[in-house]
């Protein structure tokens, strides 16, 4: 305690003497500290699929970019939970633009953090079933023809030098030169070096995480279940990591063991490793243990942390699950990463609107963006989260309020519902609809 001589007379001297106390109480408290700044805004997009007209509209929509295509969102995080890829007829466009704004971006104190989704994982392995034709046309170019010879023949050969394995194959592989080229349209050859580990696309693919932990939010394409509660989430970036490399790694030697060709779908890679363990065990020779150890490697990426639906990549319970069964569950898995929310995409939420679940603790921000190929009641859409931990649903007509800074929820809907979808919310304040050029009071404008 500091004691403060009682002046009985107003003297220059006394006066000074407390001047001087003061000035001794003040400095002993410590500066005053200055307000806390706010955070910079997160904006979250889900599944694009290759829309590239309604991925661009919507990040004009949040200014992340500007008319030029170019990073114009300052400071703020921007997330992209996967599925970039498949379905619609503009990969390489929509990829060139993710690559140019990750290093746009902190130029401008920003970030940009693009995450694996399942669709992603597909393309590594070459699992093709959901590339639209346009999407090989867009890898073509002058010497495609050439090269989609070059390979055929290849085919040709190395099917002649397997006549024992081919016999074991439960469907037979392409027959004629015209039912290979149907199945290798232009482009093909390309598309598959391009996703390969040193192909442009897939070498920048190979370096993104699964899943960001990003001011006490989880993003990830998924979900999480509630069995890998007890798993880091550096450990699962890490372990899909490693399952990627161990594919490559597998496939490299395959490939050198003449079992396999480059351009190969999973498909066939799957079936071919099948008729050759088979064809191994009729011969009665038996395979090198380098070998057979590759091959059961690569036949046991079914269950693999990257591919099974449970996984983070795959899971869906927070779409499925009722809200009595969810709450308690994701109140755990909140409490185990000590995160307040958990943001997804993979699932196409009804009505194109992103849904909030189990007491806005989930958000499901996957809305259909490719409305004009495969959802037709999809809507282009982001969730915005603000520095004072206001949630925003925005969308190119409007934006709605999901919680507001004071942490409440200013929308007229029972638990999990999105206000506005069916009778149970009608006017703006109800809504929640804010002001189109305001997002985050202003910190994000919409471009005008």
């Given at each position: ?12 001297a006394?006066?000074s ?6 000035w ?12 806390a700044?706010?955070r910079?805004?997160v904006i979250?997009?889900?599944d694009?699929?290759n ?13 992340l970019?500007?008319k ?23 990969p390489?466009?929509v990829m060139?633009l993710?690559m140019?704004?990750e290093?746009?971006a ?7 953090v693009?995450l ?9 392995m ?5 590339v639209?034709p346009?999407?090989?046309a867009?890898?073509?170019d002058g010497?495609?023809e050439?090269?989609r010879k ?7 050969k ?8 081919l016999?074991?194959l ?5 027959l004629t030169?015209?039912e ?5 349209p ?12 040193k ?7 190979r370096?993104h995480d699964?899943v ?5 939010v989880?993003f990830?394409?998924g979900?999480?279940?509630?069995d ?15 399952e990627i490399?161990?594919f490559?790694?597998?496939?490299e030697?395959?490939q050198?063991?003449?079992l ?6 999973l ?10 363990v ?7 020779v038996?395979?090198?243990?380098e070998r ?12 693999w ?9 795959w899971f869906r319970?927070?779409?499925?699950w009722s809200?009595?069964e969810?709450?308690?569950q ?7 990463y000590k ?8 699932t196409?939420?009804?009505?194109g ?19 004009s190929?495969?959802?037709p009641?999809g809507?282009?859409?982001a969730?915005e989260i603000c520095g ?9 007509d ?20 999105h ?8 006017g703006s304040e109800k809504?929640?609809?804010?002001p189109?050029?305001?997002?985050c ?6 471009p005008?």
């Amino acid at each position: 305690m500091v004691c403060l001589p009682v002046c009985v007379s107003p003297h220059r001297a006394c006066i000074s003497g407390l001047l001087v106390l003061v000035w001794a109480v003040l400095a002993w408290a410590g500066p005053a500290k200055a307000p806390a700044e706010p955070r910079e805004p997160v904006i979250a997009i889900a599944d694009v699929h290759n829309a590239f007209d309604n991925f661009v509209a919507i990040l004009l929509r949040t200014g992340l970019i500007d008319k030029q295509n170019h990073w114009a969102g300052g400071k703020t995080t921007f997330v992209q939970v996967g599925d970039l890829l498949d379905r619609g007829p503009n990969p390489r466009e929509v990829m060139d633009l993710m690559m140019a704004l990750e290093k746009e971006a902190p130029q401008a104190g920003g970030r940009v953090v693009s995450l694996l989704g399942n669709h992603e994982m597909m393309n590594i392995m070459g699992d093709l079933r959901y590339v639209a034709p346009a999407n090989y046309a867009s890898f073509a170019d002058g010497k495609s023809e050439e090269r989609r010879k070059a390979a055929y023949e290849e085919y040709v050969k190395w099917r002649g030098s397997h006549a024992a394995l081919l016999a074991e194959l439960p469907q037979p592989m392409e027959l004629t030169e015209a039912e290979w080229m149907a199945r290798h349209p232009l482009g093909f050859i390309e598309q598959r070096e391009a996703f390969g580990p040193k192909g442009g696309y897939g070498e920048w693919l190979r370096g993104h995480d699964a899943v960001a932990e990003i001011e006490g939010v989880i993003f990830l394409h998924g979900g999480i279940h509630p069995d890998l509660a007890n798993t880091k989430l550096d450990a699962m970036n890490k372990r899909i990591r490693d399952e990627i490399k161990a594919f490559d790694a597998s496939k490299e030697y395959l490939q050198n063991e003449k079992l396999i060709l480059p351009f190969f779908t999973l498909q066939e890679m799957n079936s071919v490793l099948h008729a050759e363990v088979v064809a191994e065990l009729k011969s009665r020779v038996p395979a090198t243990n380098e070998r057979q150890a590759k091959i059961l490697e690569f036949l046991r990426h079914e269950d693999w942390f990257s591919v099974r639906v449970n996984g983070p990549l795959w899971f869906r319970g927070y779409d499925q699950w009722s809200e009595e069964e969810g709450a308690p569950q994701v109140s755990k898995l909140l409490e185990r990463y000590k995160a307040t929310h958990i943001v997804v995409g993979h699932t196409v939420q009804k009505g194109g609107r992103i849904r909030p679940r189990f007491g806005n603790k989930v958000f499901l921000i996957d809305t259909g963006m490719l409305s004009s190929y495969y959802y037709p009641d999809g809507k282009a859409s982001a969730l915005e989260i603000c520095g004072d931990g206001k949630f925003i649903g925005v969308y190119l007509d409007q934006q709605v309020v999901f919680i507001d800074s004071a942490g409440s929820t200013p929308q007229d809907a029972g638990p999990g519902e999105h206000a506005g979808v069916g009778n149970r919310a009608t006017g703006s304040e109800k809504l929640g609809v804010v002001p189109a050029d305001r997002i985050c009071s202003g910190t994000t404008a919409a471009p005008q």
